[in-house]
């Protein structure tokens, strides 16, 4: 398929994340940053506007019950900027993990 927006990290931050998962999370994390490269209207399912900080998307990655954040943001509509991951053991995204951005 055609990429309708490019996807790129920021700094170390999505990297590190990325290598410390095993191998399996890793393929759906690539699969998901596929479908948003891709698609041109990303379902919910896999991208998500966070509701407490405007201009804040939520990359979402789920295998099983299990359940992984990534937070990026969009450039200019086409490039979409990723910025760090954690694991999702809560319903809420921890307020922890937003703080940590600005670091």
């Not at 994340?17 to 399912?45: G, N």
């Not at 939520?58 to 295998?63: H, N, S, T, V, W």
Request: aromatic share 12%.
């Amino acid at each position: 398929m055609e990429k309708v927006r490019q996807v790129i990290q920021y700094k170390h931050y999505f990297e590190e994340f990325l290598l410390a998962q095993p191998k399996k999370i890793q393929d759906k994390i690539f699969k998901v940053i596929e479908i948003i490269e891709t698609f041109q209207h990303v379902p919910k399912t896999y991208l998500a506007p966070m509701k407490t900080h405007k201009g804040l998307y939520e990359a979402r990655i789920k295998l099983g019950s299990d359940i992984w954040r990534v937070f990026c943001f969009f450039d200019k509509g086409k490039l979409v900027i990723l910025l760090n991951g954690f694991t999702k053991k809560t319903q809420k995204t921890p307020k922890k993990k937003l703080t940590e951005l600005s670091d």
